[in-house]
């Protein structure tokens, strides 16, 4: 019997030291594009929620500041405005409003108090504060406050 040597050629024959390698190397570049990739989502997920804040605490300003102008519109004398007061030094001069077809409030306090400093204001100057909210109404995601110091005559 005669016994014959064949010898093959394949891409795994070779020194016992470069086995693997590519297997290694391409589990390497998995994880790495793996880990990317999730981090790419973490990142764009996490600027949604911002900008999801973002647009509602602006929806609330503007809540506020509709308040202020709606004050404003009001033309309201000092006369008027103490007179609602009476003895009060606070007192809520416009309840909470809704915007039309939207989920926006505000509600309007006028105060013949002070001023930020603790100043007494003088005759027909009061600090009205705007208070605006954005959410349905039993759970409000953003609200906002504004002041503004108007004088009437």
């Known amino acids: 019997m005669n016994v014959m040597d064949v010898r093959t050629s394949s891409s795994t024959s070779g020194p016992p030291t470069k086995r693997g390698f590519v297997l290694a190397i391409t589990m390497m570049m998995l994880v ?15 600027d949604s929620l911002i900008a999801g804040n973002n647009r509602r605490a602006m929806h ?4 506020s500041i509709s308040g202020i102008n709606h004050f404003m519109a009001m033309k309201f004398y000092d006369e ?13 001069l416009i309840d909470l409003l809704q915007i039309p077809n939207t989920k926006q409030y505000y509600k309007v306090e006028v105060s013949t108090c002070c001023d930020r400093a603790g100043n ?7 600090r009205v504060i705007s208070t605006g909210y954005y959410g349905n109404k039993p ?7 504004i002041e503004a110091m108007i004088q009437t005559r």
């Open 32 to 46: 790495v594009i793996s880990t990317s990739a999730v981090m790419l989502w973490n990142s764009t997920y996490l």
């Open 60 to 63: 609330a300003k503007h809540s």
């Open 80 to 92: 008027d405005v103490y007179a609602m007061l009476g003895d009060l030094d606070r007192a809520t």
């Open 120 to 126: 007494k204001l003088s005759d027909g100057m009061f």
């Open 139 to 145: 759970n409000v995601m953003s609200t906002a406050v």
